[in-house]
């Protein structure tokens, strides 16, 4: 069965036009190129990084914003209705043009507004070009048979940039040269990209006017600065009609081709072509809720093309919009979930690929540059979650090919953690567990660092390193028995660490210490890392600690939308993320709770107790999460404490991908419970004795 492009994220005049709901909810776009663009649903910036087009000039650590925004107003000849709005610094909001929009909805991916004046009613629709720096924005008038509005005029104001997506503007920093007009825009400046400002349905009368004051409330709240100006390069004026669409493209692209119906056509077939594809590909997906297939659209938004000199056909994962880029950590953690679970397994291995050829030392980077030279080593866990995402891809892929190409990355992985790498990564010959960390050095997934302060150091043998050690040695074995090689050496490790790892159990709570041999002794602090030793595919615990362990996270670390980082009841604890950036870095691993911990946490607990239903109930508060923050993905993290605000990044790499990841497992466990369950009420009904019939005595 064809299916249908999700959308049930939807929201009437309550939401649309009160601005702190509006604002509260934001729409984000990605092109697999890097770029994306992002806003609110009032039409207004509240974020330094809100913008129609923020596209990378050499690499994704060079983002910018070029086309900030299209404020549009409606017009009848006599009377103008805004339907765009803005804050000023000092001066409010002006003007509130939300107040005109009857709903918003989200088809797939793209966000489209209904705006209702008197009896007009007008659609506006923002998509992204596929593999293209190019941004639509359409609008089409709604037949109204009983009241047919008369000849309207939208104007559009063009408002232009050219700063650093992480920055703000400052006027005529920025000077460009405007060409052209009638139907087409060119805005050039000195070293930097060509922007194209096409019509369709209308003109474009140039001009060259700055808009200063802008103000970012988001910012604000952040600590950051909360101020902007962009330029004026032009003003728009189109026909809106009822039977076809009128509107502009901005594009980096001279190619881009203004046929705005055609364009939407192929986005739309796009996002239905994705879905269609992942059905075909993992039977569990055949009729997975809706909310699940806006989750697989929003994986998509992650996958990024990253051309090699070596491999043209190279993939990477952006970990989350807007502010981050290509972390290793992060990638093999979602790699999974974004490509596996989707059916997307030629994706899976080119990313793989991509990624082996930055090994260095016996590690993954942390953060991706152009080459090992220029990227960051500082995860000691990256290299691990490779292996277990090598394991994962050939768990679903018999790609012999493959294997034969990554076994001596994973044994030169397994050498240098053994042997000793940076960071004072090296395996202890005493009790076989890895020990890792510097002064000065944050080396696992708990890496705030604010100026010279690390925040969480965790100095020593941490727990999820060592689960995620005991897994790649045993993955390892088993990569080598399919390539008819000798696994004994694995194995002897394996048991070794496995040994070793049962001095992590702490009787005072039953669960597991956080670090052990750290500066200070043991850390018995209760977070969530001690997970892992549960849901990673080979644990060194037995059934019964696993128990005890998903038992303590339950009671003290569990919330709606993933584990928070640290115990409540501990004296670190923190709250709430909020603040400025030393407030914030400081309550960002104390207490915060993440998403992508949800799917560990809820495969932890199916391997514990064997109920997949119970394990996918607890992935159902994510439905409603796709209705806040950034619509249809998932937030980077939650307050610790109710109601759980959702903070960070609004769309997570890793969030999306764990869960994913997680629903895809638990429900192709579910499918074999019932299976089994009808095989056995089956075989109960043929062995089941039969009673012979009796015969009517006559009286």
């Excluded at 069965?1 to 929201?11: S, V």
């Excluded at 994973?410 to 953690?417: A, K, Q, T």
Aim: proline share 6%; aromatic share 8%; charged share 25%.
């Amino acid at each position: 069965m064809t299916p249908d492009i999700p959308k049930n994220i939807r929201f009437g005049r309550a939401t649309c036009c009160d601005l702190n709901q509006a604002e509260s909810r934001e729409w984000w776009l990605s092109n697999g190129l890097g770029a994306y663009a992002a806003g609110t649903l009032a039409g207004s910036l509240t974020r330094r990084y809100h913008g129609l087009l923020i596209a990378p000039l050499h690499s994704l650590r060079e983002r910018i914003l070029v086309f900030a925004k299209a404020d549009a107003e409606l017009s009848d000849g006599e009377r103008t209705w805004p339907l765009h709005a803005n804050h000023w610094l000092g001066g409010g909001v002006n003007p509130e043009g939300q107040v005109h929009i009857e709903s918003f909805q989200l088809e797939g991916r793209l966000p489209v507004w209904r705006f209702a004046i008197g009896g007009i009613r007008l659609e506006q629709r923002i998509w992204m070009e596929a593999d293209a720096h190019a941004t639509y924005i359409a609008w089409r008038l709604l037949p109204n048979a009983l009241d047919p509005p008369t000849r309207l005029q939208l104007r559009i104001r063009l408002l232009v940039n050219a700063r650093d997506h992480h920055g703000n503007a400052r006027p005529w920093e920025f000077n460009p040269v405007i060409e052209g007009g009638d139907h087409h825009l060119r805005i050039r400046q000195p070293n930097g990209p060509v922007l194209h400002l096409q019509a369709r349905g209308g003109r474009i009368e140039s001009d060259h006017t700055w808009y200063e004051n802008f103000d970012l409330p988001v910012e604000r709240d952040r600590g950051l600065p909360a101020h902007d100006a962009h330029l004026c390069a032009g003003l728009a004026l189109l026909e809106p009609d009822a039977g076809e669409w009128v509107g502009l493209v901005a594009s980096l692209d001279t190619e881009a081709s203004l046929y705005l119906g055609e364009a939407l056509r192929r986005a739309q077939a796009y996002d239905l072509g994705l879905l269609i594809q992942s059905r075909a590909r993992v039977p569990e997906l055949s009729d997975a809720p809706e909310w699940i297939d806006q989750l697989l659209l929003a994986a998509d938004s992650f996958v990024l093309r990253r051309p090699l000199p070596d491999l043209p056909e190279g993939r990477s994962v952006i970990a989350g919009f807007p502010w981050f880029d290509e972390w290793g950590r992060d990638a093999m953690i979602a790699l999974p979930g974004l490509t596996l679970a989707t059916g997307r397994c030629e994706d899976a291995r080119r990313i793989l690929e991509t990624w082996v050829r930055f090994f260095d030392r016996g590690m993954l980077p942390n953060t991706l540059g152009a080459t090992a030279d220029t990227s960051s080593y500082n995860a000691a866990d990256a290299a691990l979650w490779f292996i277990e995402a090598c394991r994962a891809y050939l768990e679903v892929v018999d790609d012999r090919a493959f294997l034969k190409m990554v076994s001596p990355v994973v044994e030169d992985i397994i050498r240098h953690y053994g042997q000793g790498t940076r960071f004072g990564i090296v395996m202890d010959e005493a009790d076989g567990l890895l020990r890792a960390g510097e002064p000065g050095v944050q080396v696992t997934w708990m890496d705030a660092k604010v100026g010279d302060w690390v925040v969480t150091p965790r100095i020593g043998k941490p727990v999820e390193i060592n689960a995620l050690w005991y897994n790649a040695l045993c993955a390892a074995s088993g990569f080598a028995k399919r390539l008819d090689s000798d696994s004994d050496a694995h194995e002897q490790m394996a048991a070794k660490t496995q040994a070793g790892f049962q001095r992590f159990l702490n009787p005072a709570h039953g669960g597991l210490y956080d670090v052990l041999d750290g500066p200070s002794g043991h850390d018995a602090s209760i977070r969530p890392n001690q997970i892992f030793a549960v849901s990673l595919p080979y644990s060194p615990l037995e059934a019964d600690t696993q128990s005890a362990v998903v038992r303590l996270c339950l009671r003290a670390l569990l919330t709606s939308h993933g584990l928070r980082s640290l115990d409540p009841a501990h004296e670190a604890y923190r709250p709430r993320y909020a603040g400025d950036v030393t407030a914030r870095d400081g309550a960002y691993h104390q207490g915060t709770a993440w998403a992508w911990l949800l799917g560990h946490y809820a495969r932890a607990e199916y391997r514990a107790h064997g109920d997949a239903e119970a394990a996918l109930a607890l992935l159902e508060p994510i439905r409603d999460h796709l209705l806040d923050g950034g619509l249809g993905t998932v937030s980077e993290i939650f307050d610790g404490d109710p109601p759980h605000v959702a903070r960070g990044c609004p769309a997570q790499a890793w969030s999306v991908a764990c869960i994913l990841e997680a629903w895809w497992r638990l429900e192709r466990a579910r499918r074999r419970t019932n299976r089994n369950e009808a095989k056995e009420a089956a075989a109960a009904r043929i062995d089941r004795p039969r009673l012979p019939r009796m015969r009517e005595v006559k009286r």
